[in-house]
């Protein structure tokens, strides 16, 4: 019988932590280090309870063989992914994006669309931050035919359901500029809730989706302009890394910009990039 915690749960054993944990980074691409064992007991315990399973080697086989845990297995998806994010996150990308490529790109008069990708774009905050300043850079422009389409990609389908209704508590608003806030978020009617949502016109310029980074036909379009991966390869290996952007680099154009998080480097792998600015590249 699998030994119980006190007040907690059943213990995970070794054999079920490696079973498990082999499972996400082979299928996932996320490094699940022996040391995490107490973090995947913590995230599962729940659900071994809620699904009436006395143990975590049943719960796997479950939701990985059976047709009956294919419901739960989305919820195993959204348990064992990460969901940090906030508004306007490592703004030194998004001042480069203000001061220096949206007023070119709106120069350009041959250019009629611009299309952006955020990759892992968890509950939404930096998608919704990229289509409130393209609208605007457009605006200030003054292009009346120019488009644009952000599309927001995550593994977790709980996470694109909260990216899709596009509703955040005000403490998660306070990094919007407050011209910004008043334009782009409307408050809830019933003050005390302190909700806001993304105006209508911003939500339909969104297109979210799940998928995985490990495989290039999770992107659904051919080619875009802005790709921002930030704080997403730090979660995976050294090769799973390199496998997620050479997928990224295939849908990138001579003129296209990938973002990624400051504290990750391409150094060492063999992709066609060149560094334009920290943590900022283009094809080669």
């Known amino acids: ?117 955020s990759a892992a774009c968890s509950t939404g905050e930096e998608a919704y931050t990229l289509v409130m300043l393209t609208n605007q850079a457009i605006l200030d422009s003054r292009r009346t035919d120019l488009t644009f389409t952000v599309e927001g990609l995550d593994l977790s389908s709980e996470a694109i359901s909260v990216a899709t209704r596009g509703v955040y508590a005000e403490t998660r608003t306070t990094a919007i500029p407050p011209d910004l806030r008043h334009r782009y978020l409307m408050r809830s009617k019933d003050l005390k809730r302190g909700l806001y949502r993304i105006v209508p016109g911003l939500r339909r310029c969104m297109e979210f989706h799940t998928g995985n980074l490990l495989y290039s036909n999770a992107l659904h379009a051919n080619r875009y302009d802005l790709i921002f991966c930030r704080n997403v390869l730090i979660y995976f290996t050294p090769n799973v890394q390199e496998r997620v952007v050479t997928n990224l680099v295939a849908h990138m154009g001579a003129a296209s910009i990938l973002f990624l998080g400051h504290s990750e480097t391409m150094a060492g792998k063999n992709l066609p990039l060149r560094a334009i600015s920290p943590a900022v590249f283009q094809l080669q």
């Open 1 to 117: 019988m699998t030994p119980l915690l006190p007040g907690y749960g059943p213990q995970m054993s070794q054999t079920e932590l490696v079973k498990i944990s082999t499972y996400v980074e082979r299928e996932f691409g996320i490094k699940m280090p022996r040391l995490k064992r107490h973090l995947l007991e913590g995230r599962l315990a729940k659900r071994l309870a809620a699904c009436g399973i006395p143990s975590y080697g049943e719960y796997f086989e479950h939701i990985t063989t059976s047709p009956a845990g294919r419901d739960e297995f989305l919820r195993f998806v959204n348990l064992v992914s990460t969901h940090e994010t906030s508004f306007f996150r490592e703004a030194k990308h998004f001042q480069l994006l203000v001061e220096t490529v949206l007023p070119a790109w709106c120069r350009q008069k041959r250019r009629k669309s611009i299309r952006i990708l």
